[in-house]
């Protein structure tokens, strides 16, 4: 009998089947992210703190710490003024996605994939850095973009109809080049308390912009999923209406268990992980990491639908090689033997 394959175990999830072991996201799948050519600073972790430049869309960017991303400066926006967009953001803003050399970009990107043994998940955004609420916060400004939503929805939903329509275009071509598996959406709509609006404007503003997104996902021919920090679990049961199948972090301050309860395997949760927690600490004791790992799994993975991921909120440059160490051998070992010796 052959050996189940990493990617053929992670599948079983995607079918609402129970897996053989739990899956590791960081070792059961390969991600893209871009593409390359609409990324904001590429290359950014090799960039100075206070470095600045702008990405294709004119948006001004800065590194604020090397190890992370790219943000947008806080002391200018691309749109001062949402009724005024169409001056501020002209159609001469948004490249020609057919201008680009995409086979070149698929040879670049996909050089290390493994689509016989992995998962291929590729995360866009419109700036490289979000789809909807983040694109649209970072054109305004994220307080700006907000008051915008309430008091100018109308100007809202313009602009975001047309950064939907490139979206659009820009799915079908990811899907037609790269043929992944999934394609993430990349919204972060929430901090550690809550939603950054309430779930009703989130239904109104955004969630029409969502469900464009995925149904072009779908038409491509790949899975839909979301990436989406923070408290976001008021929004869960939209994920499931609008059609996404995954939603990472998943971080632990959500009520994960309530999601299950309700959605069963129709959501699949990717992480869990404790990130704002003892065991994610610089210098943590190892039982209390190993400890941290175990919790996830007791309280995601009953049932199948859940994937053990740091989702990259602990990583090496944090808490160094032995402590990373730790965290993912202990999610093998308890992993692989989760659904042998639990019963439900």
Known sequence: MAKLSERENLLRLYRSEIPAWVPISEHAT????GPVFLRAGRGNRLRQKGDRFRDIFGVLHEISDPRFGPMPAPDEHRVTDVSKWREQFPATAFPDLDSFDWEAAVKEETADWDRENKYIKYLFGGTGSGSSFVWMASLLGNAEALEAMLTEPEAWDDLLDTLTV????????????????????????AFNKGTFMSPALYRDRI???HKRLVDAIVKAGCVPEIHCCGKADTLADDFVDIGLRSWNPAQRFNDLEGVKARHGNR?????????????????ADEAVVRAAVRSAMDRCAPGGGYVFSTSGMTEVSYVGEEHMGWIYDEAARYGRQFYTSNTE
Request: with cysteine; net charge negative; charged share 20%.
């Open 267 to 283: 959501l699949i949760l990717d992480g869990a992980w404790d990130s704002n927690g003892p065991a994610a600490m610089r210098g």
């Open 30 to 33: 390969n991600k893209g992210f």
């Open 166 to 189: 490139f979206q659009e275009g820009l799915v079908a071509r990811i899907g037609a080049y790269f043929q992944p598996d999934s394609i993430v959406l990349c919204d972060d709509l």
């Open 207 to 209: 969630k029409p912009f």
